[in-house]
């Protein structure tokens, strides 16, 4: 079975500073790999996702991630975040090989806070 | 391209009552439409994934009678909260895969939060 482990709950930060939000799967088989954003009370918009290919995935507003599989990692950064930033993060797997109803499995989120 | 709506956005009700939420893919076709809940502070989890003209496919510990999911078209899925109680209150996000499309991609709608008195 597949898990996800968000090791951080809570990532306050102050605004500009760069930010790593930490993320760690378990799978016997190969993966997706996702992050989500959730701004309060709205449901999840994709922030990026990782397929195949670069292990080095760009998203949008400025954040990226690092598909390390050697250490079964999806480690989510922005070098310089902003007021805007601040929501709940869900790292997210799903397993590869299959259709696009396949069931995505949430890390339990990050909440980033950014500090003026 | 892609978008996923819900209504109502929020719902109060009473004790006893039933509720229902509608899940649309508004500009696409989706075959399953996924039903997640998630409590305050904490991770959306899967409640049951809805296939268009099938019976719903339930996770272990979801009441398939107390939540009743129906996927009639390709852009509409509902799920029924019946006999609500105060613990069902909840944020309720519904999620729709394309019938075509790139693999692992769901679509989020912006949730209902569900309050029972």
């Known amino acids: 079975a597949q898990s996800v482990t968000q090791l951080d709950s809570q990532v306050p930060v102050f605004e500009e500073a760069p930010v790593e939000l930490r993320c760690n799967y378990s799978?016997?088989?190969?993966?997706?790999l996702f992050w989500y954003v959730q701004y309060p009370n709205q449901g999840l918009q994709l922030l990026l996702k990782?397929?195949?290919?670069?292990?080095l995935v760009k998203g949008i507003n400025g954040f990226e991630a690092e598909f390390n599989k050697s250490q079964t990692s999806f480690h989510l950064r922005k070098p310089s975040v902003h007021i805007s930033d601040t929501a709940e993060y869900f790292c997210?797997?799903?397993?590869?090989?299959?259709?696009?109803?396949?069931?995505?499995?949430f890390g339990s989120g990050t909440r980033l806070s950014i500090r003026p | 391209g892609a978008v996923v709506s819900q209504h109502p956005s929020w719902v109060i009700c009473k004790s006893g009552t039933s509720v229902k939420i509608e899940c649309r893919s508004l500009?696409?076709?989706?075959?399953?439409m996924f039903w997640y809940r998630q409590f305050p502070k904490q991770s959306l989890m899967l409640m049951a994934t809805s296939n268009e003209g099938s019976k719903a496919t339930y996770e272990q510990g979801v009441e398939k009678d107390k939540f009743l999911i129906n996927h009639a078209s390709l852009t509409l899925s509902t799920l029924t909260v019946t006999s609500a109680h105060p613990e069902d209150s909840s944020f309720y996000i519904c999620s729709a895969s394309r019938t075509s499309g790139v693999t692992g991609s769901q679509y989020f709608g912006p949730g209902t939060r569900l309050t029972v008195l």
């Open positions: 799978s016997s088989v190969s993966v997706y």
């Open positions: 990782y397929l195949s290919g670069s292990t």
């Open positions: 997210a797997v799903t397993l590869t090989g299959y259709s696009s109803a396949s069931k995505i499995i």
């Open positions: 500009d696409f076709q989706a075959t399953t």
